[in-house]
């Protein structure tokens, strides 16, 4: 336990650098999540209030609010998702991208997303399907598209899909089963060497840009992704 919570602080220390960030691990592409969460952003406007629950480092927009547990250089407010700090139907907009497999009681996480949203307003949020742990500080649990469908049932479902697809997920087990054989126990080496064997061949990935076109992508996909609207009464 003790490592790992030393591994997670060196994590948050190298998340909070816009160069060191990669030293982090491979930056899977995700590109009909990224377009999805742009044109909803989009559509409600400048004016509009959106929050970003777990945004980490970067900001989507400049109207919106970053969340998060630790404190980085892009951080609005420090928080828990299970408690959010805000008054009730505030926001347009409510981001969340690969956060609530880290919660342990992500049910709660979305009644808050759910309150704090306005009625009409949009969730957009997303999760591993297939993808190693990877605690930061803790890794609770994975998403199939019909049991994310589920966690947001109160919502109407606008669009949901696989958002890093199969050659990410490939890639992914394929390095982290490397540097596994190759650690000799030690966990601190088993991950230097996947981000290792992960940069050298990373070119791999865009092969997704492709299998993402294909209608069960999803079956085999790295991460998932809901958008949602909250009923307007």
């Given at each position: 336990m003790k490592l790992s919570l030393s591994i997670t602080s060196i994590k948050v220390f190298l998340r909070q650098s816009k160069w060191l960030r990669f030293l982090i691990g491979c930056p899977y592409p995700a590109p009909r999540w990224n377009r999805a969460v742009k044109r909803i952003i989009q559509l409600f406007g400048t004016e509009a209030k959106v929050l970003d629950l777990g945004a980490g480092a970067g900001r989507l927009s400049t109207n919106i609010i970053n969340l998060d547990i630790v404190e980085t250089?892009?951080?609005?407010?420090?928080?828990?998702?299970?408690?959010?700090?805000?008054?009730?139907?505030?926001?347009?907009v409510v981001v969340n991208c690969a956060v609530l497999e880290h919660v342990k009681e992500p049910k709660s996480v979305v009644a808050e997303i759910e309150r704090v949203l306005k009625p009409g307003g949009y969730v957009c949020a997303a999760v591993p399907f297939l993808q190693g742990?990877?605690?930061?500080?803790?890794?609770?649990?994975?998403?199939?598209?019909?049991?994310?469908?589920?966690?947001?049932?109160?919502?109407?479902?606008?669009?949901?899909?696989?958002?890093?697809g199969p050659?990410?997920?490939?890639?992914?087990?394929?390095?982290?089963?490397v540097g596994l054989i190759l650690s000799f126990g030690s966990l601190t080496l088993a991950k230097s060497i996947s981000l290792l064997i992960g940069w050298l061949t990373f070119p791999v990935v865009w092969l997704d840009y492709l299998l993402l076109l294909h209608p069960h992508a999803h079956i085999l996909s790295s991460a998932i992704y809901f958008i949602g609207q909250k009923p307007r009464t």
């Open positions: 250089a892009d951080t609005d407010v420090i928080g828990d998702g299970h408690y959010l700090p805000f008054q009730d139907q505030i926001f347009d742990f990877h605690a930061s500080p803790y890794d609770y649990q994975r998403y199939t598209i019909a049991g994310f469908d589920h966690l947001f049932v109160d919502f109407n479902k606008i669009e949901g899909d696989a958002c890093s050659t990410t997920a490939f890639h992914w087990f394929f390095r982290e089963y």
